[in-house]
């Protein structure tokens, strides 16, 4: 069935178009009373994620109230290690734990290499989705890279620091890529069953990418990241690796079609390290607290920064939980608008 | 009094030197036992800040036990907000807390331009520590740089993403700016009351840099480091701002004469960013969990990156909580022997 709106496709296709697409990280959730709404009817976060109906309507819910160009899969990339064996809990105001943690090789005998079937709440959420939306937008499937991945398996939450995390790859770099070569497999088979439900481009989340050296970063992190957009060919890639401004140049080189920059990374320069790519972002989330006029005003310095092609217009990062609404669909207007009239 | 281990100056200097110098962030505290049992026989952090002979005491312990060239004197970057005007509580294991914070115009009026008297316990603690170090080391006087001093007066606590403080820059700019040259006038008045009191060499720690654009950082940060760089004239200036990668280049123009590198800045690309400073850095702190072949291994690399001379090693971070001791001594030598052996 051919899509309604294919202007994200297209552009990532690098044609000419009308208009640049603008979608939100974070978009699905947090921000909408719709949203809160459904997930206060629960007992909590993973109940939602784990519910492919729900999830599905959360979904969908963006596209309906803040006309944004895709929708984006409602769930959470800690799903991967909860397949692979590790289960973690949301903790309400203060974010995933883990009640285990890899620390030795021992550890590893409890994990496995997840099947796609182990998600199967979010392979069916898109399927709900894909029937539901109808062709009216492209839905973007995810998951986290490898390494953010394992920061969270070997730490056991969010850290400033990571550094347990970081430590092992000091202290046990025999383990550690053991580890994040499962972690890998187990991305891979999730992302081919999303595809197979019918997500039209996937984004692979490295959240945790600011936090290593450059020199780990192509030892720990990029390979990994590389064998996922080898393996997947049925549908375009992005890749979004918060502060890994020094990694630019490599992810040029990278299978991937798309490369998201946050709100630190200058567009010109990130212009000419991937040259080769359609860039999505990088409007600072903070910027959404200020005045219409101000929105107005950043968007349009956006937009002239990135130029009328080859770009998504996004984020630098996931909106902020208490944005208002109203002042998204303000900036998701706007850029449709202004990147029209700027052609 | 001349120095006994000038060693810091002369590097600083950009005099050929017979080693590497070295000390570490966050020396001062909490790795060491015997500054726990210090801090322990008090209510709480800053009772230890604002006792000049006690912080005079755990300013000298790494000295002793660490065998740095350095000592930094042990006080907090939130003593000048105190002293503004707007107090703050160490709350244990969670950071500092700000019971009211700046949200209007109306909220400046109950804050003042600091004098050093306002921070006399630390002016103190150095006059204390310079009498007992009796010229063994030079000592490092520092504060916060203007742009992380404001995110926690604004935000009011630690924060992943310091959206309040961020928020403050599109939404009252004006605002923003009248704080910001408040607290730099505090800063300079603080500066350099320690310089009087007798510290060797100021540095300025810009712990909140990373999360600006660019552009912002150029608005709201360089502009206030500046002032201080070229306020205080007396002794040589560090100017540290983790994360800033895109602002090295500005930083080779500022009046200072070292600037700090975390780990995550690659070296060579550092020295001709920043071509006419001494640089300072740039070991990951998680390195220290490593086995002392490891150790080795990484401080030889660290070396060979940043060449003989125009280099203070030290971390790219503040040394993390739970690293043992005899890592950071083994660290200390290590640069020590190497250093010479490879001149």
Known sequence: MPLENDLLLRTIRKEKTERTPVWLMRQAGRILPEYRSVRNSLSGFKELVETPELAAEVTIQPVDILNVDAAIIFSDILVIPEAMGLSYEMVEKKGPWFPETIKTKA?????????????????????????????????????????????????????????????LLYTDPVLTHKLLQMITESTVNYLMGQVNAGVNVVQVFDSWAGILSPYQYEEFSLPYISQICDAIQEVPKTVFAKDAYFARASFNKLDCHTVGLDWCMDVQESRELIPDKVLQGNFDPCALYGSEEEIAHNVKTMLKAFGPFHHIANLGHGVYPDTDPEKVKFFVQTVKEMSQNLR
Chains 1, 2 share one sequence.
Not at 113 to 130: F, G, H, M, N
Not at 139 to 144: D, L, M, S, T, Y
Not at 145 to 159: K, L, N, Q
């Open 107 to 167: 550890d590893l005998t409890h994990l496995h290499v997840a099947e796609a079937e182990d998600v199967s709440y979010t392979i069916r959420a898109i399927e709900v989705t894909k029937k539901e939306l109808n062709g009216r937008v492209p839905i973007i499937g995810f998951a986290g890279a490898p390494w953010t991945i394992f920061a969270y398996m070997v730490e056991g939450s969010g850290s400033k620091t990571f550094s347990k995390a970081r430590a």
